[in-house]
């Protein structure tokens, strides 16, 4: 009996595809693009260019939006030498680390990536999952 009904579901799920694959949906033409003024593009979360300094970090200067109006999903990351990230993530957690003796802060994202900052520089990095 469960055969039977495998079978069956089967043979609707055939012809349903069937059915669809010989559909001819209309093509909706996708509107031109228009120009819009700069005074309307936000300025935020945008931020230059990373500067790479070697293979593993990069130059990113301090977030100086202010943390408590900040955009829509994201997270203004403090770390103890008041440099500011600003990700869009949550934070699970701290570690601290070390690179070429240098000191290492590690915030530990929850959903995304960790993020590595170097202490009293203005290197970064992620490491996603």
């Given at each position: 009996?469960w ?7 089967v ?30 593009i936000p ?14 970090f990069?130059?990113?200067?301090s ?25 869009y ?41």
């Amino acid at each position: 009996m469960w055969n039977t009904q495998v079978f069956r579901l089967v043979i609707k799920v055939s012809i349903i595809t069937v059915v669809l694959i010989g559909c001819n949906f209309p093509v909706i033409p996708l509107p031109k693009a228009t120009r819009v003024p700069s005074t309307l593009i936000p300025t935020y979360p945008t931020t230059p260019a990373p500067t790479p300094t070697s293979i593993e970090f990069v130059e990113q200067a301090s977030y100086t939006g202010d943390c408590k109006t900040r955009p829509s999903g994201s997270v203004c990351i403090k770390f103890n030498d008041g440099f500011i990230w600003l990700i869009y993530d949550s934070i699970s957690g701290w570690k601290d680390g070390d690179w070429l003796g240098k000191p290492v802060q590690i915030a530990q994202g929850f959903y995304h990536c960790d993020y590595y900052h170097v202490l009293n520089t203005t290197l970064i990095k992620s490491v996603c999952k």
